[in-house]
């Protein structure tokens, strides 16, 4: 069972659908008393990564000074990794993904890394929206050696607001305390 979780939320929208799906699974969580640092990345500044493998000669520090220096720090002590992102045209937001891209610096020191997870909300009324980032997301797991822990989707919140009331957010703080 997870003890130390860090989640990368990709959302730009403040207080949306995607931040109230964290907020239930940061509740469930907090209830069973695990330790969840939350980074809204798409309030950060963040960088892409430049691929000039620095962080390899340097043990896992990247040559770029921006706020992932923070969150680096804070996966290094997590055993779970949680990710969560609206759906932008078919994927995950582009912040969402930059943060994801620079975590390659770990890839030189290794992390306590255990497990992952998802929570993706999305306007369309089907799943088959987030398809996509569901793919790439096990292609993450399966290639950092990490346990999927799970996905939960919530279609049709195009809306501001239009996730209250949805089963979804039990679901997510179920998620959060078992996780």
Known sequence: MAKNI????????KEGNTDMLVASFVEGAKSADKNVVVFRVADMKIGG???C????????VCVQKDDMEEILKAIQKADTLVFASPIYFF???AQLKLAIDRTYALLSVGTL?????????????????????????KSICAYSKWEDGGV????????????????????????GREI
């Open 53 to 60: 493998r620095h962080c390899f000669k340097e043990k896992g």
């Open 6 to 13: 860090v989640v990368l939320s990709g959302s730009p929208r």
């Open 49 to 51: 990564c430049l691929g």
């Open 152 to 175: 939960i989707i919530v279609p049709a919140v195009n809306r501001p607001g239009a996730i209250k009331g949805r089963a979804e957010l039990v679901k997510a703080m179920t998620f």
């Open 113 to 137: 890394i255990k497990k992952a997870a998802f929570l993706i909300t999305c306007g369309d009324d089907s799943e088959k929206a987030a398809e996509g980032t569901v793919v790439t997301f």
């Open 91 to 93: 994927d995950m937001t």
